[in-house]
């Protein structure tokens, strides 16, 4: 099974011969949109909002949906709210992101978290090679102001790749709580 956000309130899902054979849908009553259709496809969404985030707070009976068997005997489902904004928001109105700020000794890391205090939402630290690496997450209104204090003690990276680069072959120092905990220090 694969699926596409399309929009906020469409999804597009694929499911292969082997998917509608898991939850017993058969291309031959979706063709004749029959009761049995109905009851299976439903019964389909259900699991797959208990499996997803995706239509959380909607029941399966009230979305609208379009089934269209395809030749290979799966199926292509348009599975839509009809308007409302259910899906999580676009990359950039997401309410956290996350910044690291690479600083050379302990002593810079516990004041740049002592500058912090009150702005992040999480925070851990980790230590990569002689580099102590602080990685916070903000609100996306005080992004620029973290980048701002951030850039007063090391370099910053907002790149995700950089980010899990750190977190995957770093030393954990603090795995959560860093800034409340390093600022104690100073």
């Known amino acids: 099974m694969y699926y596409d956000a399309l929009s906020r309130n469409t999804v597009k899902i694929t499911l292969t011969g082997k998917d509608m054979k898991d939850y017993a849908i058969r291309s031959e009553s979706l063709r004749a949109r029959t ?13 797959f909002q208990s499996e997803s985030s995706l239509f959380p707070d909607h029941s ?33 109105e997401r309410k956290s992101a996350p910044l690291m700020c690479r600083t050379d000794d302990l002593g810079s890391a ?10 992040v939402r999480s925070s ?34 907002d790149d995700p ?3 899990a680069c750190v977190t995957e072959h770093g ?13 104690a220090l100073c």
Do not use: W
Not at 64 to 90: H, K
């Open 35 to 47: 009761a049995e259709s109905k009851r299976s496809l439903t019964s389909f969404l259900k699991k």
């Open 60 to 92: 399966a009976e009230r979305l609208f949906l379009e089934a269209f068997p395809s030749e290979d005997g799966g199926c292509v489902l348009y599975v839509s709210t009809l308007g409302t904004d259910v899906l999580p928001p676009p990359e950039n």
């Open 110 to 119: 516990a004041r740049l978290c002592r500058s912090l205090t009150g702005l």
């Open 124 to 157: 851990c630290l980790y230590r990569l090679g002689s580099s102590y690496c602080l990685i916070i997450k903000v609100s996306a209104q005080k992004s620029g102001l973290a980048s701002h204090i951030l850039g007063e003690y090391g370099g910053i990276s």
């Open 161 to 163: 790749t950089d980010i």
């Open 171 to 183: 030393t954990p120092i603090c795995r959560s709580g860093a800034v409340s905990r390093l600022s």
